[in-house]
Each structure stands twice: as structure tokens, then as C-alpha cells.
């Protein structure tokens, strides 16, 4: 079995070091310098392989795109102190927030979706006894009343915005589903017990996400799923909170990383991983369990970035959004972060119209223009058995984590939309220079005409016709 990797610093044994201890000795540097730190960064074997990277609460939801614990806890361990602040702008389901609390820093996850934010702040509370054995009361009398009365569960089908669901799922199914979601909300009735209420949200929203992975739920027994998911939550909670010295800080914002609602110069180190350019529409992969603990998918659907639904006729107009959109969001990351300080972005490639996008370079380039000095970019391959795949990008195989720092106030401001479509126009005429010299850069399988690929231009063309229009904050969706 792997070695944890909390439990690596217990274990060590001399001459027996697994690549898990000997990272964490890397990475255990207490008191050296910005330079020393900077200079471990090109020791560390990125690629983590066969690293374990789904222990403690990182296990209790899964997230698409996720990045591992290991990358946030490299840049926290060796650039931060114990109180100061770390910084997710994007979120997600709260990686960066979890390695910050076992490493007793304060943090701070934003992120739109509210399915994320709540994965997040359930990772990152440790609950009392006492309210597990509330949940499990209630649970019991729930389980003695679990009936399969069709008629209350297909009045309740016919009030879900997606009929769908009834494909999906089959009536027994439902019917458990809406018992542990009725019984959730009287608890939340009830009042006081609001940190078990979530995690049981969690929890069915984890159920939820098993049985839709898994066809259906057909002869999956939804109530023993869910009971085991509660128990194994609480199991990790106590190990964690064995870890954690002290409790820090954590403030989980649900909200626009274009603007954050974070004060200026307070944040000591920011690590995050944005969404991809025409990667995975997060709302689409959250529909359902979004619907089953009554969130607005909707709401978030017009606020994310890289999202693949619109621009169907021209992709390259969804890359001088998407940019515009990054650029916003890192002219917030610089407003908040102290000067001198990190900002990591984890980011990979992706595809559009057969090119090649390389998000990392744009972003650096654009960086210089608010007041961030690209430091350093490492590559890492992502383990084959877990990237995410997608039927619209093909796979993303590796990814990049550039390393700037703040060097100066950007002294512009996230909402100038003049200032942002002239950097993006910028980036896309240098994108346009490339393609015209060559094309199909990311060709995969069967290779288009030589007029096929020239088409390209003239579609970055008309994306640059449109720059003003696609990079306003507020566009239709
Ligand atoms: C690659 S994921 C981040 C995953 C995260 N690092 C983790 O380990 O779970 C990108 C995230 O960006 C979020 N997002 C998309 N548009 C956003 C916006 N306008 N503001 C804030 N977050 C947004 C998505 O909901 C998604 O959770």
C-alpha cells in the first residue's frame, strides 16, 4: 500500500526513504530563503508518480480537472509561514484550501460554482461528535419511514427542470434520494446544525454523482451508499483534525474570480489551476447533482470561463474571451497579492480548430503588462489513469505550472475594458502570425487540407474583428 503522505514524515526509517519521504524533506525547509526556496522548485519531480494523492477529505467529492494536493502543498510548505493567507481564485472543490489548513495557513477559496464552494468549506470544517450522532438519528428514523409511494415521487419528477432525470434514474432510486434530501432539509429547519447539514449535502451530492457514473443506480442500495459516504467523511475529519495544530482562518467566497471580493495586498501566496479554454463546461458535468440540492446551475452557466457553448461558428472567438477573461482575473490576483509575492497558475494545453493553444505562454505574456514577473514554468506529465478526457479537446496529457511574482501594482483595474482588448488584441495578432506560417499544430488523427487549416486565418481574423464585443465581462451567453 502507498504511503500517505501525512504519515511519510512518521515513518521514516534511514537508507529506507520512499520517494514520499524524500519529497517531503524537500519541501520541509523552515526558514530558508525566497532564493533557496525558488532554487528546490527545479528539484522536485513533478510528475509525482505514484504519489497518493486522494487522502484525508480530498477523498470526499470528486472534481473534474482537479489538480493534486502535492502541487499547492510544494508552494505553501516552501513559501509561506505558519498565519499567513493562501489564495485559490478558482477553487474548485477546494485542493489548495485543504493542504493550506493541514499546514495550519490561513486560506481563502473563491470559486462560481456552488457546488465547489460547498465541497470546499465541507473539507475544511471539523465537525464535533455530538452532530455525527445527530445525522445518524436522523438518518435511522428516516430509513424506518423510506417508502416507495410513485405517485409523491413522480409529482416530484415533473417539478425537476430536467426530465431526464427519470432515464437516469429509476423510481426506487429517486424516491431514496428524496428521503435523504427531505430529511437534510429538516435538520436545516431545525436550525443549529449547519456544518452537518452541508456535509450531508456533500455526501448526497457524492451519492448522486456515484450513481450517475455508474448508469443509473440500478440495484445500488442509495441509502447504505449514502450512510457509508457520512462515515467515511467522518473518519477522515478525525484524522485531519489530529493533524491540524490550530485552526486557521478560511474564507470560501462564491464568486466571480474577475472580481474578487478580497482586499488589496493581503494575500502572502496565490495557487490556482483556471478552467481550459474549451475544455468541460462544469455546469454541464454538475447538472445533476446541482439539481438534486436545489443550486442554480443556470447562474453559473453565464459566469464561466472556457465555457464551449457559445462561438460554435468561430472557436477563436472563444480564445479572445477566454483571454480576455484570464487577464481579468490575473489583474485581480495581482491587486490583492502582496508585492513580491507568488502567483502559480496551473494550466494545460488545449486544441482549438486543429491549433495548438498554449495557455501558459499567453498568460505569462500578458502578465508582464500588469505588473508580474514570470519567474519559472514547469512541466509535469499527468498520471494516464487519471486526466480528464473529452470528446471535444481530445486528452489533456500534461500540464504546465508557471510561477510569477508580483513585482508591481498592475495600476489598472479588472474592469477596464479598453485596456483589456487591446492586451488580448495584442496576443491574438501574434497567434495569427504563428498560424500563418504553420498550421494544424495540433492535428491529432486523420490531417485536414492545407485549405482547411489556411481557413484558420481568416477566422482569427474575424475574432479580432470582435475583440471588443467578446471580451466585455457582461456578454450574452
Ligand atoms: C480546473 S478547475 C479548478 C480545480 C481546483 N484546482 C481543484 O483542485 O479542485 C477550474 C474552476 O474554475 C471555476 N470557474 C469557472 N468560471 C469561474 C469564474 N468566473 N469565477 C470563479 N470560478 C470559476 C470552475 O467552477 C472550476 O471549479
Known sequence: MRTMLY???????????????????????????????????????????????????H??????????????????????KEGETVLD????????LVEAFLNNRNS???????????????????????EFRYLKEKLKKMKSRLDLDYK???????????RKLS?????????????IRETLLEIKEEGGHEDIFDLGRVSLSSTVWSLVENGGGIDVDVDDLFMKKVHSMEKELKKMAKIVKKIPDVKIINGDARRLEVEMNTVDLIVTSPPYVNAL?????????????????????????????????????????????????????????????????????????????ESYKFFADMSKFIGFKPLKTYFRNIDKTRKYTSADIGKIDDEYILVLQKVNDAEVSASDGGFVADIVTQQMDKFKKQIEKVQG????????????LLENVDKIKEAIAHIPDDVKMERQR
Open 59 to 80: 477523498k470526499f467529492h470528486s472534481y473534474p480537472a482537479r489538480f493534486i494536493p502535492q502541487i499547492p502543498l510544494t508552494f505553501i510548505k516552501l513559501f509561506t
Open 281 to 357: 463546461d462544469y455546469y454541464r458535468v454538475h447538472m445533476y447533482n446541482m439539481l438534486w440540492l436545489g443550486m442554480d446551475f443556470d447562474l453559473f452557466r453565464r459566469h464561466e470561463i472556457g465555457a464551449h457553448s457559445n462561438f460554435i461558428n468561430n472557436r477563436f472567438r472563444l480564445l479572445s474571451g477566454y483571454l480576455g477573461d484570464m487577464l481579468r482575473s490575473m489583474i485581480e490576483m495581482n491587486r490583492v497579492l502582496k508585492k513580491n509575492k507568488l502567483c502559480v497558475i496551473v494550466v494545460g494545453n488545449s486544441s482549438l480548430e486543429y491549433e495548438l493553444i
Open 108 to 130: 481563502i477559496g473563491n470559486d462560481f460554482n456552488p457546488l465547489a464552494t460547498l465541497i470546499s468549506k465541507v473539507k475544511v470544517t471539523l465537525i464535533e461528535d455530538e
Open 7 to 57: 504519515e511519510a514524515r512518521q515513518t521514516t526509517l534511514p537508507g529506507l526513504k520512499t520517494p514520499e519521504q524524500e519529497y517531503w524533506e524537500l519541501i520541509n525547509r523552515g526558514g530558508c530563503s525566497f532564493y533557496e526556496a525558488l532554487s528546490v522548485l527545479d528539484k522536485i519531480g513533478w510528475d509525482f508518480k505514484d504519489f497518493t494523492t486522494q487522502y484525508l477529505t
Open 167 to 179: 432515464k437516469i434514474f429509476n423510481r426506487a432510486v429517486i424516491s431514496k434520494l428524496e428521503a
Open 441 to 452: 499544430t495540433s492535428v491529432r488523427g486523420r490531417k485536414p487540407t492545407k485549405e482547411r
Open 152 to 162: 409523491r415521487i413522480d409529482k416530484r419528477l415533473k417539478s425537476l427542470p430536467n
Open 89 to 96: 481564485p478558482f477553487c474548485g472543490c477546494g485542493t489548495t
